[in-house]
């Protein structure tokens, strides 16, 4: 999906394999500041210096700049609109906002390649928008429509678009990671060239089953990039409070696993850090373990009301949205007017509405919908009595 140009841009920092390797990526990466938590919130607006940032930005050409731009706002107008539906009470069951987070998806997609499989938990929304599955077919799932990506049966939680490489949303915390080193073992063992980037959540990494797959997906080398999406709060539980380790990148190191931080509030840091992993994996040189540092506005679930940190707090984290960020880059830089950007969001705003009005007049399944996709084997037998 990058172009010569962009990838070129993304091969910006050394790559890194084995102990040393690893420990120097980490290294160079160690973060400026405490590690998030009650006092202190996750330092996402970090970065380069101002003159490093803008000769990033340059290496950009206009096209990715105005593709981010148009995914980002996809996914912020998509979810917000889902999160009005649900206190309509027309999407019912658990709701996970990714609103804040955008660039740790939009960010990945320019880097990576067709063919490449994405895996995340249940915050799962933004990841097919972003690959290009259809808004009608993630809002119809959302209204557990017979129309919808996962045919009605995922709902929220349980998004799937084979089509696009996104191999779905998992609701068992940490049950995705070793999935992922799977499919890179499927990847690897059928000699494709591609990859798995597999993304959890910050509370994700105390799960016994992410050391299991960091292990064996160093030891087999297998082409897989871990993504720690670290909001600062898990569920809603400061990282300082729950975990001894609070640099999450640093887990990494303990099986010489090459790992960073990542300004995850910065498109252009997320493109340029899966660039360099998706390098290293390509070339037989096995996973990267990548921390997100990343804000979600909203609280874990549509039924939480965030009470663990300030309103202060809050806004002042948007003060460097992601979204933001890249439009100010854009007029900057004078790749569009700000009336070609307004265009942008009322296109988008109209896509919305159309999956919306999709939705509302799609279907539920049918009841013998629930005996089928259960097994590869469309007659296998003991499914009815």
């Known amino acids: 999906m990058a172009d010569t140009k962009v990838k070129e841009a993304s091969k910006t920092a050394p790559t890194a394999n084995g102990s040393d390797a690893a420990q120097q990526v980490a290294t160079a990466a160690q973060p400026d500041a405490a590690m998030p938590g009650p006092d202190r919130p996750v330092e996402a607006e970090g970065g380069p210096e101002p003159q ?100 009605g049966k995922g ?22 990671i070793p999935m992922g080193a799977g499919i890179a073992f499927a990847e690897k063992y059928n000699k494709t060239g591609k990859l798995c980037i597999c993304y959890m959540g910050d509370g994700a990494v105390r799960q016994g089953a992410l050391h299991e797959a960091f292990n064996m997906a160093m030891l087999w080398k297998l082409p897989v990039i871990f993504v720690v999406e ?73 039924s939480d009301p965030a009470k663990y940190r300030t309103k202060e707090e809050l806004e002042e984290k948007r003060a460097h949205d992601s979204i933001e960020a890249v439009r100010h880059t854009i007029l900057e830089n004078q790749l569009a007017t700000e009336d070609e950007l307004n265009a942008i969001d009322e296109r988008i705003k109209g896509e919305v509405q159309a999956a919306v009005d999709f939705a509302e007049a799609s279907p539920y399944p049918t009841p013998d919908e629930l005996f089928k996709d259960v097994y590869v084997q469309a007659d296998y037998p003991y499914i009815h009595d």
Not at 155 to 176: A, L
């Open 155 to 176: 709902g929220s939680m349980h998004m799937f678009d084979k089509q696009v490489g996104f191999m779905g949303g998992h609701g068992i915390v940490g049950g995705q």
């Open 230 to 302: 670290n909001n600062g709060y898990a569920m809603g539980t400061s990282v300082q409070r729950t975990s001894n380790v609070t640099e999450l990148y640093k887990l990494g190191l303990s099986y010489d696993m090459p790992s960073e931080s990542v300004n995850a509030m910065q498109v252009e840091d997320v493109h340029q850090a899966v660039a360099r992993a998706a390098e290293r994996a390509r070339a037989g040189e096995g996973p990267t373990f990548l921390e997100f540092r990343t804000y979600r506005y909203k609280g874990h679930s549509m």
């Open 52 to 151: 490093a940032r803008a000769e990033a930005e340059a290496a950009f050409p206009k096209e990715t700049y105005l593709r981010w731009y148009e995914q980002m706002q996809l996914m912020r107008k998509f979810e917000d609109k889902a999160g009005q539906l649900y206190g309509q009470q027309k999407i019912k069951g658990f709701c996970h906002l990714y609103i804040g987070q955008e660039a740790c998806v939009a960010g990945a997609v320019s880097a990576l390649e067709p063919g490449d499989k994405y895996i995340t938990a249940y915050r799962d929304h933004a990841h097919p928008l972003a690959l290009g599955t259809s808004p009608n077919a993630v809002m119809a799932e959302l209204y557990a429509k017979a129309t919808g990506c996962s045919k």
